[in-house]
């Protein structure tokens, strides 16, 4: 089993900047790639961004990509996402996931690949 606890949410102005944090304990958290997804009021939860096992491969949302950074640290084993410039629009509830698939080749940014989440995190962007 993983257990994830993500934490860094809060309130912010639009512009502003937030950093989430998820630590993980359980399985090696260094063999599978992390994911970040939210899930807005009366929404679908959705990708945000992911990160490979080695942490030198990423992927982003189209909307996010420029704003957001996600990285890892395998000796804390946690997983961080940088967000600036944050928007009213990514007011949500944040959560972190890992791949169930170890040492996985390819990043995958759907929900059913993840099999381990987080309880998730409120961000809330004021305008």
């Known amino acids: 089993q993983v257990q994830l606890v993500e934490s860094g949410g809060g309130l912010v102005q639009a512009g502003g900047s937030l950093r989430l944090s998820c630590t993980a304990s359980?399985?090696?958290?260094?063999?599978?790639?992390m994911g970040w997804f939210r899930q807005a009021p009366g929404k679908e939860r959705e990708f945000v961004a992911a990160i490979n096992w080695s942490g030198d491969i990423t992927y982003y949302k189209d909307s996010v990509r420029g704003r957001f950074t996600i990285s890892r640290d395998n000796a804390k084993n946690t997983v961080y996402l940088q967000m600036n410039s944050l928007e009213p629009e990514d007011t949500a509830v944040y959560y972190c996931?890992?791949?169930?698939?170890?040492?996985?080749?390819?990043?995958?940014?759907?929900?059913?690949?993840?099999?381990?989440w987080g309880q998730g995190t409120q961000v809330t962007v004021s305008s």
């Open positions: 996931a890992a791949d169930s698939q170890r040492y996985a080749v390819v990043i995958h940014t759907t929900t059913v690949a993840y099999g381990y």
């Open positions: 359980g399985r090696t958290f260094s063999t599978s790639a």
